[in-house]
C-alpha cells in the first residue's frame, strides 16, 4: 500500500500521512490533495513525499480527492520550504501558506477570468442566409446597425455572393463590438434572442502585457558601470554571493539591465526582487521597454488570481525570463534561474515579521541558489546583493571574504553627492527661529528649488497628524485598550488610530480625567506637515506618501507617476520615499527629525538611521545638478550625523562593529527572540521566568531575559521576550532540538495550554 506525508496550511509541527487510494496512482511529490483532517473538516494539502511505510499507532485516513495533473510545487521548493521551517523554527504548513496564493490553498479558491465574445449563428454562415438576416432585421434599425458593424470587424462582409465556402473570420468580443457599434446590451440581446448570433465564454489571462521587447533602448554603460559589470562578472566566477556596493545613483538599475540581458541571451530565468511595493512602478516601467512581456510582477498588491496565473505560468512550458516582486517572489517556482537580484538589499522590508515564517528573503534567495547548485544545475544561478548603504552582516561577509565585493563609487555621469547641511533645531529654538518644525535654511531652499521649477522632498518618518493627543491642562493621554501605546491622532479622517492593532477611536471632545477642552495633537506626522506646507507654500503641488495614502497598487502608481511627471512637486513622506526611487527634478530634501530615528532602544537603531538618512539624502541632485539635504537634528555634534554628512560607509562600519563584537551582536553573534504572548500579564511573566529557567540549563550566559519589549502589549496579549545570542560555529540543530524540547515541556503544563510562543530567528 501506498502512503502520502502532505503539509496542511497549519501552525502544526511536521507532515501528516495519508493512504493513497489506487485511483490516485499517478499521485506525484508537490500536487494538491484534499484530505480529510478531525472529525468533520477538510483541506487542501501538498504532497511531500510518497512512500510505503505505515506509522504505528493510529488509523490512517485516505485521500478524498487529487486537485491536480502535474505537480504545482517543485521538488526544489519542497526541499526550500524544509529548510524554512527548519530555520526559522515555524511549521512548514506556515511556509506554505506564506508560498501559495490562496486561490491554491482553497478547494475552489480560484476561477479563470473569461471573457464574453459573439460570433454569427451557423444557420447564417452562408451569403444567402446572411441576406435573409439583413431582410429581417430591416425594421430594427439599432440591431441592424450592431448586426452590420459585427459583419464588418468580423470579416463577414468580405464573403462572395457566389462563395458556397465559410470565410476566414477574426473573433469579436462582446465589448469590442458595442463600443465600435455603439450599440446598447439590449439590442445585442435582441440578436442573440433571434438566434442570429449567438456568444461564448473565453478564457483570458489577468496578467499585464508589457509589449515586445525593444533591445534598442539598453543604454550604453558609462566607463565606472562598465568596470563594475566586469567585475561583478569575475567575482561569480569565484563566489556564488556577490556584493554591489554603489553609491545613490551611480546607475545599478542600467548595470542590472546588462546582467539581466546576458541571462537571457543563455537562455536563463532572472529574480529581480524590490523591498517595497512602491518601488516597482518605476523599475517595472523600465524593464518593460526593455523586456516587454518577458516581465512578469509578482507582489501583494495583485489580486490572488493575478498570482495564480503567475505561478502557473511559471510551472508552463513557457515561463517569465524576468520576475520582478517584492518579498514573496522568492517562493515562486522556478525552472532555470540563472541571477537573483536583491535591489536595497539592506531593507528592512525583506524580513517577514507576522505572521510566521519570519523568513528573511534576501537569505532564503541565497539558500535557494545553493538549493540548485547542490543539484548541479548548469551553471549554479549567482545571487547578486546591491545598495548605497550594505546591513552590516552582508558588509562584514564581503570583508571576510564570503561574498565577493564590487564597489561602484561615482555617480552616473558625474554628478556630485548631495551637499548636506546639518542644523540645530533646539539652538533655533531656543532662538525662537523655527516656523513649526522647518528652520529658515530649510524653508529658504524649498522656496527657490519651487520657484526655479524644481521639486523638494520632505521626510517625517511618523505618519497621522500627530504622535498623540495631550489634555493641556492635566497631561492626559489616549492609550489604546487593547496595545501598551499611545493613540496617533488623525484629523483628516477625525479619529485616533492604534498602529499596532489599527483599533480606532472617536476624538473626545472634552477630556475624561479633568473635563478641559484644551486637548493638542504633541509632535508632527506627516499629516500635519502636509497641512503645514500648504500654508507656507500655496502654490506648491503637494503629494503625501505614507500608509494612509497607499492602501492600493493604484495609489501607489499614482503618486509615484504624477511626481516622476512633474504634476507635482513636493512630496512628503515616511521611509517609503527613502527606498531607491528615481525622480530627475529633486533638488532640495529636508529630514525634519533625524532624532526619531536615533532614539530607539533596539541595538540596531543607529545601523536603520544611518541608512535611512543616506538614501533619503541620496534622492537630491540625482540629475543635472548637486542637490542639498538639510538635516535637522537637536545633537549636531553626535558622530553618527557626521558620518552621514561626509557619505562615509567604511567609517562607519568600522565603529558599529567593534560596538558589535563587544555585546555579542550581529554580524559576530547570532540572534533568535523567544516571544511568549497571553493575556494574562502574570501568566506570561511566570511562563517567562520558567521557559528562561529551562533555556539557561543548556545555554548559560547565552541567554538574557525574560524581559518586556518596548511595547509590552499588543492585541490585549502581554508579551515577555528572551534574547538568545549564539556565537558562530555552535551546533544550530542542537539549539533548535533544545529550544522544541524546551517548549514542548512547558505546553504539557495545562496552566499554558493558551500561551503563544514564537522565534524570531536573526531578527531585524
Request: hydrophobic content about 40%.
Amino acid at each position: 500500500m501506498k502512503y502520502a506525508d502532505v503539509i496542511l496550511p497549519l501552525p502544526l509541527e511536521g507532515l501528516f500521512t495519508y493512504v493513497v487510494p489506487a485511483s490516485a496512482a499517478a499521485l506525484q511529490p508537490g500536487m494538491r490533495v484534499l484530505v480529510p483532517f478531525g472529525r468533520s473538516k477538510s483541506y487542501v494539502g501538498v504532497v511531500a513525499r510518497l512512500h510505503n511505510e505505515k506509522p504505528e499507532g493510529y488509523r490512517l485516513k485516505e485521500l478524498t480527492d487529487v486537485m491536480d495533473d502535474q505537480p504545482v510545487v517543485t521538488a526544489l521548493q519542497l526541499r526550500l520550504w524544509t529548510w524554512m521551517s527548519d530555520y526559522y523554527m515555524s511549521p512548514i504548513g506556515e511556509v506554505m501558506k506564506a508560498a501559495l496564493p490562496s486561490g491554491l490553498k482553497a478547494e475552489e479558491g480560484y476561477h479563470p477570468r473569461t471573457e464574453t465574445y459573439v460570433r454569427l449563428a451557423a444557420p447564417y454562415r452562408h451569403p444567402t442566409a446572411l441576406h435573409v438576416a439583413l431582410n429581417l432585421l430591416a425594421r430594427a434599425p439599432r440591431q441592424l446597425d450592431a448586426f452590420i458593424a459585427y459583419l464588418n470587424l468580423s470579416g463577414w462582409d468580405m464573403i462572395d455572393d457566389q462563395g458556397d465556402s465559410l470565410p476566414p473570420v477574426s473573433e469579436i468580443t462582446r465589448e469590442e463590438l458595442m463600443n465600435v457599434s455603439g450599440a446598447a446590451m439590449p439590442a445585442l440581446n435582441q440578436l442573440t434572442k433571434r438566434g442570429l448570433l449567438e456568444t461564448y465564454e473565453v478564457e483570458v489571462s489577468r496578467l499585464n502585457h508589457g509589449g515586445e521587447p525593444h533591445p534598442e533602448v539598453i543604454k550604453r554603460m558609462s566607463t565606472a558601470q562598465q568596470e563594475a559589470y566586469n567585475g561583478v562578472l569575475f567575482s561569480f566566477l569565484k563566489k556564488s554571493v556577490t556584493l554591489l556596493h554603489g553609491v545613490t545613483s551611480s546607475g545599478k538599475t542600467e548595470l542590472y539591465i546588462h546582467l539581466i540581458q546576458r541571462e537571457i541571451d543563455q537562455h536563463r530565468q532572472v529574480l529581480y526582487l524590490l523591498p517595497e511595493i512602491a518601488l516597482t512602478m518605476q523599475i517595472m516601467e523600465r524593464l518593460q521597454r526593455v523586456f516587454g512581456e518577458r516581465l512578469g510582477i509578482y507582489h501583494s498588491k495583485y489580486s490572488d488570481a493575478e498570482r495564480v496565473e503567475i505561478w502557473q505560468k511559471q510551472l508552463s512550458a513557457h515561463p517569465y525570463d524576468v520576475i520582478l516582486g517584492a518579498r514573496s517572489a522568492v517562493l515562486l517556482p522556478f525552472r532555470n534561474l540563472g541571477l537573483v537580484i536583491v535591489d536595497e538589499e539592506h531593507e528592512t522590508s525583506y524580513k517577514q515579521q507576522d505572521p510566521a515564517p519570519r523568513y528573511h528573503a534576501r537569505n532564503v534567495a541565497i539558500m535557494m541558489a545553493s538549493l540548485m547548485a547542490a543539484d548541479d544545475q548548469s551553471p549554479a544561478p549567482k545571487v547578486l546583493l546591491g545598495t548605497a548603504t550594505p546591513s552590516l552582516e552582508t558588509y562584514h561577509n564581503a570583508m571576510k571574504g564570503k561574498y565577493g565585493l564590487v564597489e561602484l563609487t561615482e555617480r552616473y555621469q558625474g554628478i556630485e553627492m548631495p551637499d548636506i547641511r546639518v542644523v540645530d533645531v533646539q539652538d533655533l529654538q531656543r532662538r525662537k527661529m523655527m516656523t513649526g518644525p522647518f528652520s529658515p535654511l530649510l524653508l529658504t531652499r524649498v522656496r527657490e528649488a519651487l520657484e526655479r521649477g524644481e521639486q523638494a522632498i520632505l521626510f517625517q518618518n511618523r505618519r497621522g497628524w500627530a504622535p498623540m493627543l495631550e489634555c493641556a491642562q492635566c497631561s492626559w493621554v489616549p492609550r489604546c485598550e487593547h496595545c501598551d501605546v499611545s493613540l496617533t491622532l488623525h484629523r483628516n479622517m477625525n479619529q485616533l488610530t492604534c498602529h499596532y492593532c489599527g483599533y480606532t477611536y472617536r476624538v473626545p471632545t472634552a477630556c475624561p480625567a479633568c473635563g478641559g477642552h484644551d486637548l493638542r495633537g504633541r509632535g508632527y506626522g506627516t499629516e500635519k506637515i502636509e497641512d503645514q506646507v500648504r500654508d507656507i507654500f500655496p502654490m506648491a503641488r503637494i503629494a503625501r506618501m505614507d500608509l494612509d495614502t497607499t492602501h492600493t497598487r493604484q495609489a501607489y502608481e499614482r503618486i509615484i507617476s504624477d511626481f516622476s511627471a512633474g504634476r507635482t512637486n513636493l512630496l512628503i513622506g515616511t521611509q517609503m520615499i527613502s527606498k531607491g526611487l528615481d525622480f530627475d527634478r529633486v533638488s532640495v530634501v529636508g529630514i525634519l527629525n533625524a532624532d526619531s530615528m536615533l532614539n530607539v532602544p533596539d541595538f540596531r537603531a543607529y545601523e536603520h538611521a544611518f541608512m535611512m538618512m543616506a538614501q533619503v539624502s541620496g534622492r537630491a541632485g540625482r540629475k543635472g545638478k548637486r542637490g542639498l539635504v538639510v538635516l535637522q537634528t537637536r545633537q549636531p555634534d553626535l558622530p553618527l550625523i557626521d558620518l552621514v554628512v561626509r557619505n562615509d560607509y567604511q567609517a562607519f562600519y568600522r565603529s558599529l562593529t567593534e560596538e558589535r563584537q563587544m555585546f555579542h551582536y550581529p554580524p559576530f553573534y547570532r540572534l533568535i527572540y523567544v516571544y511568549l504572548k497571553h493575556r494574562s500579564d502574570d501568566l506570561v511573566n511566570t511562563a517567562g521566568l520558567e521557559l528562561g529557567t529551562r533555556l539557561r540549563h543548556w545555554f548559560g550566559s547565552r541567554l538574557l531575559g525574560p524581559d518586556k519589549p518596548a511595547v509590552a502589549r499588543v492585541k490585549t496579549l502581554s508579551i515577555r521576550k528572551l534574547v538568545l545570542k549564539l556565537e558562530y560555529g555552535i551546533d544550530m540543530a542542537m539549539v533548535r532540538k533544545y529550544l522544541r524540547m524546551a517548549q514542548q515541556q512547558m505546553l504539557q503544563d495545562k496552566r499554558y495550554a493558551s500561551l503563544q510562543l514564537y522565534y524570531d530567528v536573526d531578527p531585524l
